[in-house]
């Protein structure tokens, strides 16, 4: 979710449902009478014995369901748990391999490409990401592009295990095409995520992990739940143009980029999303924009997507950085902010408030709807269903 949102027209209390703000929204938001906390540990237990009972081995079920989890405790909750059953239908139907393990195919002191040969998208990400880091550490820059592999969750998660060296981390990835080229009718691009994670003093970071079109698709599909229109800059019909109905936006429309129209910059987005390809797709000689799988009803089709991970040693620069990104973050949430507005927030401040709600809560708080659900997933692959707190 990206930290600041701009909306052009005034919206209804409906719409303003849809913009997928964690207090509204969020699986883990609303009222507690229709939330359940389920502790943090019990919901990696259950994530990874949902995997491992579809034959993921226990390294790899591991790595999925810490990230899960991870998404949901920082507030990402379409990336968490809600990706569960995606991740056991593309076991189940082949498209995600569970018999083998990444492997590196090129190799020279700060770079490397790397065959993800289908594995659990958080396992290849993971290899690859410490890859990346392994080489700043002894070369200073570590870039690595791997193909094969499949959806990896919250692109800031692998972002995140550099910054926790002292590195600067970035972490990128093509997905299925939703998103509609500026002054284009058809879906051609991914949302395209970009995460850069950098190091300030006393653990404090700047964490920024944003999609380059403007929403995400559950977002649009939440909208046509509750009968409501979806604000401007969201989406286009089949025709190209913008439209506040999700039913075009899902039918043979799709994402506007980041931005919106082309007037309002939309042009920007676009080209954000295609610079992810490049680094993604074009760069590893994975499928790429059309080629990749469609986003529903694909399940037995390998989604072969190519991701990109980076790690940079700041010491390697100029001296002071971590003191300079701590003075340019505290300036920013020190500034007076504007009138009628809460205090101003650097990328990352989210999701460590959210966090801290984790801790104060016991647990991750899950909607009703989505604790029926993996209960659902539980009784079908007969593991032991996801407890709440008492």
């Not at 490397?112 to 690859?128: D, I, P």
């Not at 910054?163 to 981390?169: K, T, W």
């Not at 997905?175 to 051609?188: A, K, N, W």
């Not at 920013?332 to 990352?348: L, Q």
């Amino acid at each position: 979710m990206s930290l600041f949102r701009a909306v052009r027209t005034p919206l209804s209390t409906s719409s303003l449902l849809c913009q997928g703000l964690r207090s509204v929204t969020g699986f883990g938001a609303g009222d507690a009478a229709d939330h359940k906390v389920v502790p943090v540990e019990e919901a990696r237990r259950f994530a990874e014995e949902c995997l491992k009972s579809v034959g993921a081995k226990e390294t790899h079920a591991s790595q999925m369901a810490e990230l899960l989890v991870s998404a949901d405790s920082r507030g990402h909750y379409s990336h968490g748990m809600n990706r569960l059953e995606m991740y056991v239908r593309d076991i189940q139907q082949g498209s995600t391999r569970v018999d083998a393990e990444p492997e590196l195919e090129r190799s020279t002191s700060s770079t490397a490409l790397v065959n993800g040969n289908q594995c659990l998208g958080a396992t290849v990400g993971q290899f690859s990401m410490d890859l990346a880091i392994q080489k700043a550490k002894e070369s200073g820059v570590g870039w690595v592009a791997a193909h094969g592999s499949n959806h990896y969750g919250i692109a800031g998660w692998y972002a995140l295990r550099a910054c926790d060296q002292g590195l600067m981390g970035l972490s990128f990835t093509n997905t299925s095409p939703l998103q509609v080229p500026t002054r284009g009718r058809e879906c051609v691009l991914g949302t395209n995520p970009i995460a850069l994670a950098a190091p300030g003093n006393n653990g404090d970071s700047f964490v920024l992990d944003m999609a380059t079109s403007t929403t995400a698709i559950g977002k649009v599909e939440l909208c046509k739940r509750k009968d409501s229109k979806i604000p401007n800059g969201w989406g286009v019909a089949e025709n190209g143009q913008e439209t506040n109905d999700p039913n075009q936006v899902l039918g043979k429309g799709g994402l506007m980029p980041l931005g919106g129209t082309e007037v309002s910059g939309g042009y920007k987005g676009y080209g954000l999303a295609m610079m992810v390809e490049v680094f993604c797709g074009i760069l590893s000689g994975s499928h790429y924009g059309t080629g990749i799988r469609k986003w529903i009803g694909q399940h037995d089709v390998p989604a072969n997507l190519g991701q990109c991970f980076i790690a940079v040693d700041p010491n390697c620069f100029a001296p002071g950085f971590a003191d300079r990104m701590q003075a340019l973050m505290s300036y920013c949430r020190d500034m007076e902010p504007a009138e009628g507005a809460e205090n101003v927030m650097v990328a990352g401040d989210p999701e460590r408030h959210h966090l801290k709600e984790v801790e104060r809560l016991g647990g991750v708080s899950y909607h009703d709807n989505l604790v029926s659900a993996m209960a659902k997933l539980s009784a079908e692959l007969s593991v032991p269903a996801m407890q709440p707190k008492a």
